[in-house]
T-cell receptor
Framework: AQSVTQPDIHITVSEGASLELRCNYS??????LFWYVQSPGQGLQLLLKYFSGDTLVQGIKGFEAEFKRSQSSFNLRKPSVHWSDAAEYFCAVVGSARQLTFGSGTQLTVLP | EADIYQTPRYLVIGTGKKITLECSQTMGHDKMYWYQQDPGMELHLIHYSYGVNSTEKGDLSSESTVSRIRTEHFPLTLESARPSHTSQYLC??????????????FGPGTRLTVL
């Protein structure tokens, strides 16, 4: 069965600083990978997804993620964080049963 | 992107009451899902449906039930609510087909508190 690990429970960055959120997955075949963002009291919004092709994926709100098969990673990055980026971020993988498996999430705090 | 709606957004109810959480989508998606999310935790799939009259239980055992009589509607029912059911419930839908198009889009969630 597939699994997703987000090693960082909570990350704090200053506004304008760069950001990298880590995601490691476990899946035997080619994974389909997603990053979602959840603001307080809200549902999940899709930031970006990777299915195949270019390993650097561009998403909404200036986010990007890089798929590295050798490291089983799909880290999310943003060059300059805005205060509105404060939220919880979830990495997810679709496995053979076509079900989404989520990581435990990373809570992002942005300092002014 | 799918338009997916959930009502109510917040519900506080007493133990033993029957409740139904509504979920509707307007994109004609065949697949719909219910997830349960405790505060600060990951999402766990509790029910899914691949089409009308099709429902399956997810990875996390739940005392709730679901129905899929219409493509656009996927309500979740708790016959007798208990404090252990206090959680956030998120509904999602996807178009199905090839994995490249089977992206799940989420509703805003219902935060349920059972006293």
């Amino acid at each position: 069965a597939q699994s997703v690990t987000q090693p960082d429970i909570h990350i704090t960055v200053s506004e304008g600083a760069s950001l990298e959120l880590r995601c490691n997955y476990s899946y035997g075949a080619t994974p389909y990978l997603f990053w979602y963002v959840q603001s307080p009291g809200q549902g999940l919004q899709l930031l970006l997804k990777y299915f195949s092709g270019d390993t650097l994926v561009q998403g909404i709100k200036g986010f990007e993620a890089e798929f590295k098969r050798s490291q089983s990673s799909f880290n999310l990055r943003k060059p300059s964080v805005h205060w509105s980026d404060a939220a919880e971020y979830f990495c997810a993988v679709v496995g053979s049963a076509r079900q989404l498996t989520f990581g435990s999430g990373t809570q992002l705090t942005v300092l002014p | 992107e799918a338009d997916i709606y959930q009502t109510p957004r917040y519900l506080v109810i007493g133990t033993g009451k029957k409740i139904t959480l509504e979920c509707s989508q307007t994109m004609g998606h065949d697949k719909m899902y219910w997830y349960q999310q405790d505060p600060g935790m990951e999402l766990h799939l509790i029910h899914y449906s691949y089409g009308v009259n099709s429902t399956e239980k997810g990875d996390l055992s739940s005392e709730s039930t679901v129905s899929r009589i219409r493509t656009e509607h996927f309500p979740l029912t708790l016959e007798s609510a208990r404090p252990s059911h206090t959680s956030q419930y998120l509904c999602a839908s996807s178009a199905g087909g090839d994995r490249s198009t089977d992206t799940q889009y989420f509703g805003p969630g219902t935060r349920l508190t059972v006293l």
